[in-house]
């Protein structure tokens, strides 16, 4: 079969390897559909090998050269002789963490912060940028018909946000602060919606992504970070000018979680999605004489995919507003992974159909 593998540092590779044979009685075989290239993907193609293994996994065995992907959907093949929760032709979206289920965390329904956790598309044999792909059972959940398999490959990014959303305890009526117009912050903005919030502001460097950011239909104003003129902007769409409720910081930045504790209000939440690639500061004064409380945000339980995709076939999260292109797998790296590496090109989400 065909698939897109990484094998180092600017090193993808859509080649032909070996298909998928034999099941393992808990393994369900898929025909995999569509696909989004996340951000994590593209931290790899710059900067890796970071989460890919470059020895066998302790777990699972995988190692580089690996099959990326880990934001996607399919339909099922085969499945093995104990599986009882799909069948063949069934359409699913991939929950990806591999958790030990002997471990502290799994047992207590957190398997994301599992010790010895792997990803299905970067610490596991198989992945979303391959034609084909094997998971186990509890890793698939099955879409309805009103959910496309476009939709499918968004549920993954989307349990990101729903879960940062939960974590900020965002409410009907609340203010949100989202820094980063990115495919994440997009999908925030969209989530906080859907929760309930009404005001919904948006700090981005990018012009290209301020304007796209604005089409989602979800947001009240858009605002570039860093002026005095922002941060006055930004009190006086709260009640009162005192600030944000809930701020979720999207970037991973320093700069950026300095806006959230400027922005939010006395006794607001700030929830820190995005990943800092290294130590930043913190105004902990600040956090202190406002009483801020400041939330980590990583991942999502394991157990969320029923709940989004609910959300998204009820239409209140529409996430395929956040997909900028749809190309097939041999233009992956130049159509894909080039174009979101570039600076300004303004694209967020880009899925990559790997079968018709």
Request: aromatic content about 4%; some cysteine; proline content about 6%.
């Amino acid at each position: 079969m065909k698939a897109l593998r990484f094998h180092a540092r600017r090193d993808l590779r859509v080649e032909e390897v070996p298909a998928p044979e034999g099941l393992g009685p808990k393994d369900v075989l898929l025909r995999n559909s569509f696909v989004g290239i996340c951000g994590t993907d593209l931290h790899e193609y710059l900067a890796g090998p970071i989460f890919i293994p470059t020895k066998p996994h302790p777990r699972t065995g995988a190692k580089a050269p690996q099959i990326l992907g880990h934001e996607y959907s399919g339909r099922v093949i085969a499945i093995g002789a104990e599986v009882t929760m799909v069948r063949p032709g069934d359409r699913v979206s991939v929950q990806p963490l591999v958790a030990p289920p002997d471990d502290y965390f799994t047992r207590r329904g957190l398997g994301q912060l599992a010790n010895g956790l792997a990803l299905v598309g970067l610490s596991w044999a198989w992945g979303g940028m391959g034609e084909m792909s094997v998971v186990r059972e509890e890793n698939v959940a099955v879409l309805p018909d009103n959910v496309s398999s476009e939709q499918g490959a968004m549920i993954e990014p989307a349990a990101v946000v729903v879960h940062a959303v939960d974590k900020g305890r965002v409410a009907a009526g609340h203010s949100v602060l989202v820094t980063g117009a990115g495919p994440i912050g997009a999908l925030a903005c969209l989530a906080a919606s859907a929760a309930g919030a009404t005001t919904i502001l948006v700090s981005e460097i990018d012009p290209k992504r301020r304007e796209r950011i604005r089409e989602l239909g979800v947001v009240t104003e858009v605002f570039e970070p860093g002026t005095p003129e922002a941060a006055r902007a930004i009190a006086a769409h709260t009640e009162g000018g005192f600030g944000v409720d809930v701020a979720l910081e999207c970037v991973g930045h320093e700069k950026a979680l300095g806006t959230c504790i400027e922005s939010v209000r006395r006794r607001g939440t700030i929830v820190q999605v995005g990943l800092l690639v290294q130590p930043g500061l913190v105004d902990i004064s600040s956090l202190v004489t406002k009483d801020i409380t400041l939330e980590g945000s990583w991942c999502y339980e394991t157990t969320m995919w029923p709940r989004v995709i609910g959300l998204v076939a009820s239409g209140k999260l529409p996430v395929e507003r956040v997909v900028s292109a749809r190309i097939g797998l041999d233009d992956a790296v130049r159509g894909g992974f080039d174009v979101l590496t570039a600076p300004g090109s303004g694209a967020m989400k880009i899925l990559i159909q790997t079968s018709d």
